[in-house]
């Protein structure tokens, strides 16, 4: 079974600029999460999908992020403009679903450094 | 609301050694209960889950957890610490719904 894939695996920016980060969750899985990993930290959520309709986007900050998920499968999260601030490893997930099914996979994860 | 609470952010033990990681929970329903573990440069790997079924869940690599409801605890051990062992590891509660995480606790073994 494949797992989630993410890209790119790296990205630099200068602040100010924007930036946009893709994931393909696991097939069949209706639930998937962008999480925000800053350095020494545990993973922080930002948005949560349940198949393509957001369920949780409290930690979003909508004011410059802002994420889709199409047709229920892939999705990509959007920075603009990118905050030194964001420089962090964002973290794609997806589960089967709610309940005892929340058990998340992970994709590698995409490095970001806004300099 | 649910939050997690890793007790010590740095861990360090000799190989051979006990591996003992300190989690506590706050969940206004049952929790469900992982630990994963992250090594440098990758993403999350689930070690192991509890899902209201055994209160001793084993492994992977192993390791195993102890759910404790009077307690509130969720630790994790290994008998005998490898050098593989050295990573980052994080406690994670869920309530059916929202995926929670602790801050992490990173593990050294020493040769």
């Known amino acids: 079974e494949a797992g989630v894939a993410q890209s790119p695996r790296y990205k630099i920016i200068e602040k100010r600029q924007s930036v946009a980060f893709w994931c393909n969750p696991i097939?069949?899985?209706?639930?998937l999460y962008w999480y925000q990993q800053i350095l020494g930290q545990g993973p922080k959520l930002l948005i949560q999908f349940q198949n393509n309709g957001v369920v949780d986007d409290s930690q979003l900050p909508k004011d410059r992020f802002s994420a889709e998920r199409l047709k229920g499968v892939d999705s990509t999260l959007k920075i603009q403009p990118a905050k030194l601030e964001d420089s962090a490893v964002y973290l794609c997930a997806s589960s089967l679903g709610q309940g005892r099914n929340t058990e998340a996979f992970f994709g590698q994860g995409t490095r970001l450094t806004v300099v | 609301a649910q939050s997690v609470t890793q007790l010590g952010s740095h861990v360090s033990v000799s190989e051979g050694a006990l591996v003992l990681l300190r989690c506590n929970y706050s969940?206004?329903?049952?929790?469900?209960l992982f630990w994963y573990v992250q090594y440098p440069n990758q993403g999350l790997q689930l070690l192991l889950k509890?899902?209201?079924?055994?209160?001793l869940v084993k492994g992977i690599n192993g390791f195993e957890a102890e759910f404790k409801k009077s307690e509130t605890s969720f630790h994790l051990t290994k008998p005998s610490a490898h050098m593989s062992d050295a990573a980052e590891y994080f406690c994670a509660v869920s309530d059916g719904y929202k995926l929670s995480f602790g801050a992490g606790t990173t593990v050294t073994v020493r040769a």
């Open positions: 969940s206004s329903v049952p929790p469900y």
């Open positions: 509890y899902t209201s079924a055994a209160t």
């Open positions: 097939s069949g899985h209706a639930t």
